[in-house]
């Protein structure tokens, strides 16, 4: 955050017309800054703050500016062309700030101070010790520049030069401290004017704060639009992976069942739906011992289940004799009779299990 406060200059020229002197350019206590809305804010520069080792060192070789051109770096100090330098740091000198300064040209008739720095608002409210309300404090202040300016907000500052020229900063131009407001900027800065400049400013600020409001509530809407455009796709994305997930079951079922009924010797399997195989199937092995008629969808599924793990363990039952003949004859080749009796148990037992197909 940046700030610009004003102070009292009271100088002497050398004999070279430089502009030598030992100002105030700061102070301990109260600050009392204008907001937008008429309103005052009181901002505490506690002592421990205003006379930090740190904060009075960062004014030694800062630039003297006429007027507050801009915060002044190594990259603008060209255009803003100091017209002095700040020759010491900083020294306290009872509630106030001291610095040696140099002003090599003073082309103007403004005679007060107000010093540009940065700083650290607290914005802690409170009361001083000697019992004043304040809204904030200012902490960790960091000079950047001090500005020679038309007006200060002091209203009786004085510049003597040589003790023959008094100026009288609250008459210059007919002007009166009075009449002045500050405006802070959105960087932090903040600027004595005219009350007509700050209201236009107010009225600029306004307007683009209703604008702002209404951008915002376009792009509310447009990013829910956005949110149930995305979730939409994501729906549909979903509901086409369930699809081909369902039309590859049900591929892989009708298969399935076509290659049953094929072993069981249903005719006309192609053009039967799935239930109808499965019936077809469940009274292949089942016979009349089982009647199907009215029978729900799930009894039927069930039914089919338990004749297709018949069927199987039929045919493991099968493979496993074949497989003990098998082995019977390998080993008793002299059996002749009884492997040939055996194949034809398994002849009679494979009949069994095919005859609803026959």
Known sequence: MQRYDT???SATKTAEGFIRDTPI???AGILVYQKADGSTYREYRPPEEAFKAESLASLQG??????????????????????????SSGRQDGNNILADVVIYNLDTDARELSCGYT????????????????DAIQRDIVYNHVAVCQRGRAGN????????EIIDTDERQGGNMADMVKVRLDSGIEYDCAPEVKNELDAVRKDAADKQKELDKVQAK????????????????ADAETAKANFDAAVKERIEL???AKTHKLENADSLTNEEIKRGVVKAVRGDSINLDGKSADYIEAAFDMAKAEVQAREDGIKNQREQVNKHADSHEDAVDDVAAAYERLKAEEAELYKGGK
């Not at 409210?125 to 004043?132: H, L, N, R, S, V």
């Not at 500052?157 to 023959?164: F, I, K, P, V």
């Open 7 to 9: 102070v009292r200059l």
């Open 25 to 27: 350019v700061g102070r």
């Open 62 to 87: 800062k630039p003297i500016t006429l007027g507050h051109k801009a915060f002044v770096t190594s990259d603008n100090a060209g255009s803003v062309k100091p017209i002095g330098t700040i020759l």
């Open 119 to 134: 700083l650290t608002l607290d914005e802690t409210a409170g009361t001083t010790p000697e019992g004043e309300h304040y």
């Open 157 to 164: 500052a004085r510049l003597n030069m040589d003790g023959d």
């Open 222 to 237: 447009a990013d829910s639009l956005e949110a149930e455009l995305s979730k939409e796709k994501e729906g549909r994305k």
């Open 258 to 260: 076509l290659g049953i």
